[in-house]
């Protein structure tokens, strides 16, 4: 709790609302001033998050010029760490639209303080995650002809296959995701336009598409985020029930179960969480945002992550049943080698940091710990890109015919550059939006403010 | 190539002849890009067949070679040959990776002062040959030239006799093959008088056992064998004949027999002799005469039932139930390997096979020895052994070398290169390097058999041809042409008048010409020799019998103690035969039959002796025996019984060209270096080995993924009365067809495909299969298929469209083969799930995949239960020449694409295109699939189901009939029958 002390200005009340805080002004600056001024620290960061990046490109592009033999993909496990995480980044996407548009809908106080952040994470995650299935293809150069659109070569895309839909469902999320972190951030750019001068005024201003909060505007922008919540609401819901079916629509054992959609939703959200919380409580501390983002917000995710948890663990639990009770050998032989095979180290890594962990949280004093919640956040990360590890390349592994049965063994230096590269790009960017856009919504700050507190 | 006419094989037959003989008067242009100057008749896009004769091993079967645009880009059996009868086996289909081998030599050298072979130009080269051989003569003295060849016959063992002898020379010429069969020979002195291999014919039987013969992979005449076994062994009618197969190790040849009798190493014999002793006592064959019946009851005296089951670690039962089936049958025969180097007491297991020969006179119609092979002419192990004794003595001046290598496949013990480095002068005449050509002084490369003209005949009454198909790859000539040439050189133009060998060749012919009395005159003989690929007059008379004497025989007794350290099984392969094709590469990409093993060798131990000796799969280990040692891989596997070791032969090369080299691990090195004095083979007592780990590993790069079916039904067995009985209520089996009539409504959520004029499809008889892999070599062939190599076989990534695949029962553990490739499904799992329509459905009911489309999602594979689609995870390229081998009709794959069995989609569109031009539709055995083309037991049938008189739409209503994984509804258009089993009761 060192951190709480070091702001006298902060005490923990078990309401989400922001402390400390007595004037518009206040929270105008408490935001703003977290831009603009980095220190040597931040460059660092940004200086070996784009070298990642660089690691990254440098590796994609080796793999372009040689072939996909330059990951360890092989027969029969064709899709293994590049759909791994394809699948853990459209998950990590999730939470962010979760938290902004279920949670706004629900008019949940303590999203206020964390809603701009995880809703960047969520436009990021699903830009990372819709690099991979190109990472992934294996002549990337005329992966345009996905794209439903007329052409001279009288082409059309396959709209049974899961691909197509992936490629609909990915997109359109990420549309949605951008309008709605955008138009909610119309207002605070507003703002910064107004607290600065020169060029930068000019071109928040030019971001703020003209802004002047008349009611007007006020009555549409309430109008616009109200509708863009409840649009992506669903999407939550569709875009990673879409992913799963990429799988479960395929006839592997191991994928083909109708369990598939919820399963991944439950997974996805249980990641998402778990990055929010590995985001934010270092960004609480770095930009000292104790007072807004209080130990109360953690608590309440902590506590979504146990539900998700359990659900994770019954859909684990369900599959294995099913597995037995459909008579399917092939099905039932998949699941036993999950647990007794060669990824079963993973398995059960999986189903340790994804069901076993978070039951911690329970305690209220495990919820309240920084630390603890900050490790179960990676430990939970960490088990969920195992299970889709899992699913993936376990499944693939040991298909119908045992002949052709073959194990993925390890990434390859590729794979890793790649891997180190996603990684990068996703903090590279969020470093960059911490820096030059609103890391909390000061609109929506300000409106959580008590009226009483108002002294200016 | 069945529809090769006589009319286009005139026309092709005659740009040939036109070549060769403008050729023969200068120097042959040696363009290797093709139509500088265009030879007429030749339109480019039209292929060009050649009839020729394989040189791959001494089995001599005839093929044919397409040509396209001057390359040979195909071979396929000769159907009107005697021996191959339009088949071919794996090593016949790769012989076009001997002739395009980037590690050819590529012109004449000789060993510099560096002590390294630098290029020379053949006028050079032959003027020192010249030279020498004239110091050589002028000396005199006869011996101090030795030819030493691989089994060569007709016009250029003639040619090379009269040489030497022009030289000076008696009995300069030596033919070494490493498979000599002294054993198999003296054991036929002993009992048929005949000091020769015979000609067997095994499809008149209905009765087989064979004592260690591994007849289907590399005894004698591996696919004709093949091929009568096709006509002896499947199902025909009700009726299966059996086939009993006694050995110590589980090869492909064992598994395919009803029964296996497990032997100490060595001991087949005594089997033998049980069954003797056995047929003798409870009289089962009537009518043996009683001196007979005296002279086998003196040999088997010592042996009852129970002592030769001792003796051979076998079950009593067991020997009288092969002597039950022996005696029931009604020509019955027992065969054996008689290779001394493969086994001790071979002698001896011949014989008694021989003398089980005697019992029935109907088991010697299948013997002729008024036709025996050539194995019979070449030399055996002692005189090749009394070859380097002379050489180390320093009584030989010139060694001459042609394609024999008896410095990889001698045993280590006798140094053969050590003997070599007292021969003065060395000449290597071989096309590519090897161990022995290595060691050469001067090398004047000889040309592939498919660049030059020749004949060979592998029995008596049958005489294979030879032509140029194409150019010479490099700087090479015929070897006829270099000894007409240098003879002149040495001699005269008065003793060798020829302008080429081709003119010298016709010469040998005109006798046959006259002897054939044929009307006609010899040009027109001589072309239709050409034309058919061959001379094997009509209707051979048959031979009378053999005698057969009653010259004592003594076996060893019952009782032997075993040698110390782990018995070890040494034995050749199909792929690699004595290791001469080591260097190509597809023998070394097609996974062993039974070991599915790629890429180096092995050494065989059960997998409950494995545990107990904690060794792991590709733990490297120690073979030592008295005469050498060799380090190779463990590989735990059911094929050995438990505390016997196998090594394959064919690997461990040290300078056999970069596919080659380096690979462990060469037995041969392990031999014993004793002679056995009756035979003049091998002397081997029995191998035993000290096995050590050595805590090193080499990685075995396998391709089974699972020992087991897991119980998925992949492969499945009905045994001969179920069938029988199933037959007679006529029961239909469950096929879910794929055609319209397949679609049910409750299961099937599209509509059927519609298809126009054709569904094209495959019966795959696994009665027929006999898991020898020539399939998986002429799709390769075919296709383009890439070849990946070691490292990416380990990372799973060969590209084989159509594979064998090898399970273990897991009761029996007897191996199952099932033959997979793409099932062109007509509810395909791989369609539906491809964002971009690269799988397409055809109206023909193909399931093509357009690699143009696809751009590597890798779904299509991901969602394919059958796991028949490859994906190109790099470009992958084939090192010049191996290029001009590529077959201009198929695409060659990108890396980043899919692709998978297209049931020869490019043979289809060209049978329909001939059919049209005819007026017609294509009618079944118009063409077939590269891979139905070359299986010798013809377990592929490919053809139409719109044709409900075609031979497949006829074939899957069998009761043997099912589909794999039908429960997925994927309704597949291969349709497998069941292999049917019978059991051998006592």
Redesign the interface.
Known sequence: MTFVESNPRTYLMESGQPQGLTSYADADMQIIRTMWHPGTFYWFCVAMTGLGVAVGAIAWGYQIA????AA????????ASYLTNFVFWVGIAHSGTLISAILFLFRASWRTSVSRASEAMTIFAVMIAGLF?LI?????W??Y??LPYPNQRN????F?????FD?IAISTYLTVSFLFWYTGMIPDLATIRDRTTGMKSRIYGFLALGWEGSNDYWRHYGTAYLFFAALATPLVISVHSVVSW?FA????PGWHSTIFAPYFVAGAIHSGLAMVLVLLIPLRKIYKFENLLTINVLEQIARTIILTGLIVGYSYAVEHFMSVYSGN??ER?QYEWRMTGYYSWLYWIMVVCNVFVPIALFFKKVRTNLKALFSIGILVLIGMWFERLVIIAGS?AR????????VYKYPSIVEWGILIGSFSLFFFLFLLFAKFLPTISITELKEAIPPEEIKG | MQNLNRREFLKLFGVCGTGAVLSGCSEPKRYLIPYIDPPEDVTPGVAAYYATTCRECPAGCGMIAKNREGRVIKVEGNPAHPISGGKLCMRGQASLHGLYNPDRFTGPMRRGATGQLEPIKWENGQDLLASTVNGIARRGGTGRIVFLTDLITGSLEDMTAYWLSEMGQQNGHVMYETYAYESLRQANKVVFENDAVPTYRLDGLDFLISFNADFLETWISNLEFARQFGEFHPLKGDKKNKFIFVGPRLSMTANNADLWIQTRPGMEYAVALGMLRIILDGGLIKGIPADRRAYLGAITADWSVEKAAAAAGCDPGMISAAAGEFARAARPMAIADGRSMFSANATETAVAANLLCTLNPKSLDAVDFGRPHSYSKTASAQSMKGLADRMRAGEVDLLLIYRANPVFSLPGEWDFAGAMKSVPNVVSFSPAVDETSSLANLVLPANYSFETWGDYSPRQGVSGFLQPIMGPVFNTRGLGDILISTGKKVKSEISFPWRDFNLALQGYWTRAYKDSGGSGTFRSFWENLLMRGGYWPQSPSPSPAPSITTTAFSFPAPGQKPGKGMPVVVYPTIQFFDGRTANHLWVQEIPDSMTQTTWGGWVEIHPETAREMDLGKGDLIEMKTDFGVVEAPALPIYTVPKGVAAIPVGQGHTNFGRFADGLPANPFKLMPSGIDMTSGGIGNPGMYAAVRKTGASFDIAH????F?????D?WQTISLDERNKMAANGTQPYIDYPLPKGYDESKDFYPPHEHKDYRWSMVVDMDRCIGCGACVVGCYSENNVAVVKRE?VL????MSWI?V???FDDETKLARW?V?LCQHCDNA?CE??????APQHSVEGLNNQIYN???????C???D???VR??????FSRPSPLKWQLNPDVTVR?????EKCSFCVQRIIEAKIEARQKGRKVKDGDFTTACAQTCPTNALIFGSLLDPESRVSRMINDVRAYQV?VE?NTKPAVIYLKRVTQEIRA
């Open positions: 040689t072939g996909i033999g360890n993909v092989m027969h029969p496990v064709m899709w299935p992934h293809l294996g002549r990337v005329i992966v002809w996905i082409l059309w895309p396959n049974q296959s899961p691909l197509v490629v990429d629509l395929g006839i592997s050998e092939p032989f693939q298909e119908y015919d045992p002949y052709s049965w073959g | 391709t089974d993924g699972s087991s079916q897991h119980g998925r992949f990416q990372m799973g990534r060969e594979r695949q090898r399970y099932l997979m799992p539906y799930v491809c964002p971009i329509f489309r696809c751009f590597g999602t890798r779904f594979s991901q969602n239960p059958y796991k490859r994906f190109n995870w790099y470009s990108q890396k980043g694409i899919m994984l997925l």
